[in-house]
């Protein structure tokens, strides 16, 4: 019986504890002699050498199908060491009862069986623990046919997922669980490692494994691209270095990209240079030893990432090329160029008006809005004519505008199309940080045209290890942002460049005419009218020139205080050579007024006209030239490091750009709407009131009731004065809100620039400040009126 019991706890299935007919796991009809603690004592042996067996058979079959490397090794670790073990532990029992051993063997050659019991007592937790781990890793009865080389969440677990389990089994007061899971960690973390390896040193994803693999090849509607499977990444990999690993694979595998298409001798040096720096970056990876500690991860990978980027990365991404694309962007999407968003504003107006004035459209306009909606190709054209208009601008100089040339080729109006998927952004960490900003909901993009559109750029090799997609939806946002602020004030201050709405029109009779009675009776109702036109018109006026100053002072502030500020702060880091001490960010307090010389209040007719030209010939930033670019570059910032600097740049611009604040963003585009219903009736009264006129001298158009259609109009009007009212206070109200609630707070974005950089000066960035220079001069402006509705202007 002792070697039937040895035998079934060895594996082997035993008459023993398999009978149909047994009580607690013995067969008391072949051993009836069995007395009830015997029969105890022989249940647990039963009980642990059933389990052995359904431990070992388990662990082969996670072994062989589970798609994760990482589970695998785990399982096979589980039978080649600690089944290995339990089963010397079954050979040194046999050994001693051969031998004789006084320890196990008593008087008369006796053999208590409490004796061979109590030797496997210690290993039942060990062995229902080992069965709960496999079944975390895989449920039990599933076969190659339902696995299908996929990972399914709900009967599996991931190679990560095993990884945190056992580092939190590690932390059980019981020894052996300890030492098991200690060694089963380092085992899985060990296979964990060598997947990396093959991403971070050759730039291929593991041949198998690759859907355990953190790092996945995406093809979706945002195109193309490795992303960052948070869900796959270990809780010790933080976000930082996360990205580093992103950032390196995809660098080696655009360097070997471009060595298969071009066979040239810098192709091949790069090449060589690739074959050098391996055992260099070999030796920094085998620096990190099991278990994986954060720190030590963080340092191989930064070691790597700095030494690919000084050696093979400064070739295939120089630092020009990088200032020159964000130049584009600050020029562009930022209106550092103001002409452009003038060119495009008035060409996206320009459509707008010859969709409606189009010949035959009355006739052939179908419900709904199918005849207003414009096409792709209408929006494209819209665009382009923006482009002939800045090329005629800049046709008068000798030299070519090369930022021009670069930006017909690559930026693109389109039609917005919305997509739920963004960028992977590592989360097991649980850090409190974020690499993207939190924009508002609101969106801006729908006010230039009428339909949403998105001015985008097209990312190309190797631009993409800077600037990814989700860099350039902010970009967008602000653009469609800044954009609508810009063509708001556009509008109100054409109206004051129509003088049939300004002054009496059509002008007085000649003095031969207006000397006779009949002259003077025509003069006098004329005068009578344009002055009971102008009392109607004056709360209108006053709200318009209100409505033109906050657009003019709020654009003034976003464009020249806080795009111009922050971006000139973020080029000066650029250039500097790394490791120079970086200028220290100002207050908004001690930078000149920009907008100073501006008028406080726009007095109709002259005072819009003359800001809109202030506001659109805002100073450009300065590009760098070549030379300072050249000399910076002996030492410049790594790729990584300035990508992770220029996500910081635009979190803290989306936060002083007040982007990040709902309800702010809210109030702003219903004031935008409201303020394109206001211009919208002025023109429509204009006409209603000329048609009238018509009607004095006796052109008469039977089909129209135009005093009807005036009064309603004009009613139309107040409502829409009206609301512009209350949004101007609510919007000056939400400022002043803004401004307690950032009372004393820096840019406030929680993104540190350098938080992965390793060395060299840590990026920050340029501190706005709250917004209280801008409700200075709005509450200047409103000093002169005491009513609520705007009358003392």
């Known amino acids: 019986m002792?070697?039937?019991?040895?035998?079934?706890?060895?594996?082997?299935?035993?008459?023993?504890f398999e009978s149909q007919s047994t009580i607690k796991g013995i067969d008391t009809k072949s051993f009836p002699l069995l007395s009830p603690p015997e029969a105890e004592l022989l249940s647990s042996v039963g009980a642990l050498s059933k389990l052995h067996r359904q431990t070992r058979e388990h662990a082969s079959r996670i072994s062989s199908i589970h798609p994760s490397t990482i589970c695998r090794a785990v399982a096979t670790a589980i039978t080649s060491s600690q089944l290995a073990k339990f089963q010397q532990k079954i050979l040194d029992v046999e050994r001693r009862i051969l031998k004789r051993d006084v320890s196990t063997v008593g008087a008369y050659n006796i053999v208590p069986l409490a004796g061979i019991v109590g030797e496997f007592d210690e290993w039942t937790r060990l062995m229902e623990w080992l069965w709960k781990l496999e079944n975390f890793m895989m449920r039990p009865g599933l076969t190659e046919k339902n696995v299908k080389g996929v990972i399914r969440e709900d009967v599996m677990s991931s190679g990560a997922g095993i990884i945190d389990k056992l580092r939190q089994e590690a932390q059980t007061g019981y020894p052996d669980i300890e030492e098991a899971a200690v060694e089963l960690g380092k085992v899985a973390e060990t296979a964990w490692l060598r997947q990396l390896s093959t991403w971070v040193l050759y730039g291929r994803l593991p041949t198998f494994g690759t859907s355990d693999f953190f790092i996945q090849w995406s093809d979706d509607e945002e195109g193309s691209r490795f992303v960052v499977r948070s869900k796959s990444l270990p809780k010790f990999v933080s976000r930082q270095t996360a990205t580093s690993m992103l950032f390196v694979g995809k660098s080696l595998n655009q360097i070997r990209s471009l060595e298969n298409a071009s066979k040239t001798p810098a192709t091949r040096s790069s090449r060589a240079s690739e074959l050098e720096l391996l055992p260099l970056h070999l030796q920094h990876l085998s620096q990190v030893t099991t278990p994986i500690s954060t720190s030590n991860l963080s340092e191989a990978i930064t070691a790597i990432r700095l030494s690919l980027s000084r050696n093979m990365l400064q070739h295939l991404l120089p630092l020009p090329k990088i200032v020159e694309i964000?130049?584009?962007?600050q020029e562009f999407f930022l209106l550092g160029r103001g002409e452009f968003a003038v060119a495009l504003i008035t060409e996206a107006d320009e459509k707008i008006r010859s969709r409606h004035n189009m010949p035959g459209q009355a006739s052939q306009r179908k419900p709904g809005l199918q005849s207003v909606l414009l096409k792709e190709g209408e929006i494209t054209a819209v665009l382009a004519r923006a482009w002939s208009v800045l090329s005629s601008l800049s046709g008068e100089e000798d030299h070519t505008d090369d930022s021009l040339d670069l930006a017909m080729d690559l930026v693109h109006l389109s039609v917005h199309k919305p997509t739920t998927n963004r960028p992977g952004t590592p989360g097991r960490a649980r850090e409190s940080s974020s690499s993207a900003p939190k924009i508002s909901s609101v969106v801006f993009n729908d006010l230039l045209l009428s339909i949403p559109t998105t001015l985008t750029l097209d990312i190309r090799s190797p631009l993409d290890l800077f600037i990814v997609n989700s860099d350039l939806d902010i970009y967008s946002s602000i653009n469609a942002y800044l954009l609508s602020v810009r063509r708001g004030h556009l509008r109100l201050a054409d109206l004051w460049r129509q003088s049939s709405i300004r002054r009496e029109h059509p002008a007085p009779p000649a003095p031969q005419f207006s000397s006779t009675p009949s002259g003077k009776a025509i003069l006098k109702k004329r005068r009578q009218k344009a002055d009971a036109r102008g009392r109607e018109m004056r709360k209108v006026w006053a709200t318009c020139g209100a409505a033109i100053f906050f657009l003019s002072e709020a654009g003034a502030y976003f464009e020249g205080e806080v795009v111009q500020e922050s971006w000139k702060h973020f080029r000066d880091w650029i250039l500097q050579p790394e490791g120079a001490p970086q200028r220290p960010p100002s207050s908004s307090t001690d930078r000149p007024r920009s907008s100073a010389d501006r008028s406080a209040i726009f007095t109709p007719p002259y005072s819009p006209a003359a800001s809109l030209n202030r506001n659109i010939n805002i100073p450009a930033t300065e590009r760098p030239s070549s030379s300072h670019a050249h000399d910076s570059a002996s030492t410049p910032h790594d790729p990584e490091t300035l990508a992770s600097a220029h996500r910081a740049f635009l979190a803290s611009l989306a936060y002083s750009l007040l982007l990040t604040d709902f309800l702010f963003t809210t109030a702003?585009?219903?004031f935008l709407v409201h303020v394109d219903e206001l211009v919208a009736y002025i023109t429509r009264l204009q006409l209603v009131q000329q048609n009238l006129d018509l009607e004095d001298d006796g052109i008469v158009d039977a089909m129209a009731d135009?005093?009807?259609?005036?009064?309603?109009?004009?009613?139309?009007?107040?409502?829409?004065?009206?609301?512009?009212d209350s949004d101007l206070k609510g919007l000056v109200g939400r400022l002043r809100e803004v401004d307690a609630e950032r009372m004393g707070g820096g840019a406030g974005t929680g993104v540190v620039g350098g938080e992965s950089v390793g060395v060299g000066a840590a990026y920050e960035p340029w501190s706005v400040g709250g917004v209280d220079r801008l409700l200075m001069k709005l509450d200047w402006g409103e000093e002169g009126s005491e009513d609520e509705e705007w009358e003392g202007v």
Do not use: F, N, T
């Open 2 to 16: 002792l070697h039937e019991i040895l035998l079934s706890l060895s594996g082997h299935p035993s008459p023993l």
């Open 326 to 329: 964000l130049s584009l962007l």
């Open 668 to 670: 702003l585009r219903e």
């Open 706 to 724: 135009y005093p009807k259609e005036e009064r309603e109009v004009a009613l139309q009007l107040d409502r829409a004065r009206k609301r512009v």
